[in-house]
């Protein structure tokens, strides 16, 4: 696919963190996903990957050859053989994005210094109680390390796993309501993440038919990112396929 005038404006690094101190709220999925978007759209991608269970990097082992390529940078290691910590963490001249995925707890320094570098944070969170809970406390503590660090970084919220219609997701809506920190996308729950997880693609890499509504929620995430706009609420009869290189 062409590149748009809108993209060109890709050519500018970013490094974008995905971060939350609570295990399983779908770091990986979001950065994988992310990674693979951008790299569909023509965009120079490097995925890092500082979590020792190395998961992502799994996922970049097993993307198909045929599948635009993603560079993958492995950085839960402190030391790679014979070459320099900043050696083993270069990154391609031409990257245009990193993702950034990390693992569910860090120390206060290995935070700060992602912090320094990062673009814009993304916080993934589940609804549920208990991850609402341990997310707001995470919030909080993010705010007040950038706040200490003199760093206006963009913070956004990604509510993972959504059903809709349900209690659950209610409740953290409200929980989230007097924040500071906005909602700036909803992903919904979808067998589709599982299996892109174990084929080294994004859900919109698939074979299986992706539904609209995952692309759009993809999209007004990656709008989020690149202009900073939320929008207000999301088109209720959307039929339209959003690609990011459309908005
Ligand atoms: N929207 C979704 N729908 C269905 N399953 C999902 C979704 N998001 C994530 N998962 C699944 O939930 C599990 C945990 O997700 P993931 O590994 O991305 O979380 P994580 O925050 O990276 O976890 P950790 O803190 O252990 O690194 C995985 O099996 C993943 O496939
Ligand atoms: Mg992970």
């Given at each position: 696919?062409?590149?748009?005038?809108?993209?060109?404006?890709?050519?500018?690094m970013?490094?974008?963190?995905?971060?939350?101190?609570k295990?399983?709220?779908?770091?990986?999925?979001?950065?994988?996903?992310l990674?693979?978007?951008?790299?569909?759209?023509?965009?120079?991608?490097t995925l890092?990957?500082?979590?020792?269970?190395?998961s992502?990097?799994?996922?970049?082992?097993?993307r198909?050859?045929?599948?635009?390529?993603i560079?993958?940078?492995?950085?839960?290691t402190?030391?790679?053989?014979?070459?320099?910590?900043?050696?083993?963490?270069?990154?391609?001249?031409?990257?245009?994005?990193?993702?950034?995925d990390?693992?569910?707890?860090?120390?206060?320094?290995?935070?700060?210094?992602?912090?320094?570098?990062?673009?814009?944070?993304?916080?993934?969170v589940?609804?549920?109680g208990?991850?609402?809970?341990?997310?707001?406390?995470?919030?909080?503590?993010?705010?007040?390390?950038?706040?200490?660090?003199?760093?206006?970084?963009?913070i956004?919220?990604?509510?993972?796993?959504v059903?809709?219609?349900?209690?659950?997701?209610?409740?953290?809506?409200?929980s989230l309501?007097?924040?500071?920190?906005?909602?700036v996308?909803?992903l919904?729950?979808?067998?589709?993440?599982?299996?892109?997880?174990?084929?080294?693609?994004?859900?919109?890499?698939?074979?299986?038919?992706?539904?609209?509504k995952?692309?759009?929620?993809?999209?007004?995430l990656?709008?989020w990112?690149?202009?900073?706009?939320?929008p207000?609420?999301?088109?209720?009869n959307?039929?339209?396929?959003?690609?990011?290189?459309?908005?």
């Open positions: 696919m062409p590149k748009s005038d809108h993209w060109s404006g890709f050519r500018v970013k490094r974008l963190l995905i971060l939350n101190s295990g399983g709220c779908g770091k990986t999925t979001i950065a994988t996903n990674a693979g978007l951008y790299a569909a759209s023509g965009t120079s991608t890092f990957d500082y979590d020792p269970q190395g992502s990097q799994r996922w970049l082992d097993l198909p050859d045929h599948f635009p390529n560079h993958g940078v492995f950085a839960a402190t030391t790679q053989g014979a070459v320099t910590r900043s050696y083993a963490l270069r990154v391609p001249s031409d990257t245009e994005r990193i993702i950034v990390t693992p569910a707890s860090m120390k206060r320094l290995e935070m700060m210094e992602m912090l320094r570098k990062a673009s814009a944070v993304v916080v993934p589940l609804p549920s208990i991850d609402c809970h341990v997310t707001l406390d995470f919030l909080k503590q993010l705010s007040d390390l950038c706040r200490q660090m003199g760093l206006n970084l963009p956004g919220i990604v509510a993972n796993r059903r809709i219609n349900t209690r659950s997701f209610k409740k953290l809506k409200e309501e007097d924040l500071d920190v906005p909602l996308a909803i919904r729950e979808s067998q589709n993440y599982v299996y892109a997880a174990e084929a080294g693609c994004a859900i919109t890499e698939m074979k299986e038919p992706v539904f609209k995952d692309n759009l929620q993809w999209s007004i990656i709008n990112l690149e202009t900073g706009r939320i207000s609420t999301i088109p209720p959307t039929t339209e396929i959003l690609h990011p290189l459309t908005i």
